[in-house]
C-alpha cells in the first residue's frame, strides 16, 4: 500500500473545508495505506491542548494516522503544550517524509 501525506495549513475556526482532509485522511487509513497528517503554518492550532478542534486529531489518531506538527509553526503562535501523541518535528523531516517510495502529499 502507499504513504499519503496530507498537508494541512489552514485553521479549522476560519476554513470549514478542513473536515474533509480529515474524511479523506481516516478513508485512506480504512482502505490500509499509511497517512501522515502534517500540520504547519495555522494549520497547528487544532494541535493546542484543550482546542476544541483537538477531537478532529483524535479521530485520527483512531484512524491509525499519524500526526506531526511543524515546531517552527507551533512557537510563532506560541503554542506549548500539544495533545497526546502529537509530534513536534521540522521540515526537514517532512522532505524525508516526501522522499520516500510510493509516497503522495496532498496540500492544504
Do not use: C
Amino acid at each position: 500500500m502507499g504513504h499519503y501525506i496530507i498537508i494541512e495549513t489552514r485553521d479549522p475556526s476560519e476554513s470549514q473545508d478542513t473536515q474533509s482532509m480529515v474524511e479523506t485522511a481516516k478513508g485512506l487509513s480504512a482502505h490500509g495505506h499509511r497517512v501522515t497528517m502534517f500540520l504547519i503554518q495555522n494549520g497547528v492550532m487544532p494541535a493546542r491542548r484543550g482546542s476544541t478542534f483537538q477531537h478532529g486529531l483524535t479521530t485520527l489518531q483512531h484512524a491509525n494516522v499519524k500526526i506531526l506538527a511543524d515546531r517552527h509553526s507551533l512557537q510563532e503562535r506560541a503554542i506549548t503544550e500539544v495533545g497526546d501523541d502529537i509530534e513536534r518535528t521540522d521540515m526537514d523531516h517532512l522532505v524525508n517524509l516526501l522522499m520516500e517510495p510510493h509516497t503522495k502529499a496532498f496540500w492544504h
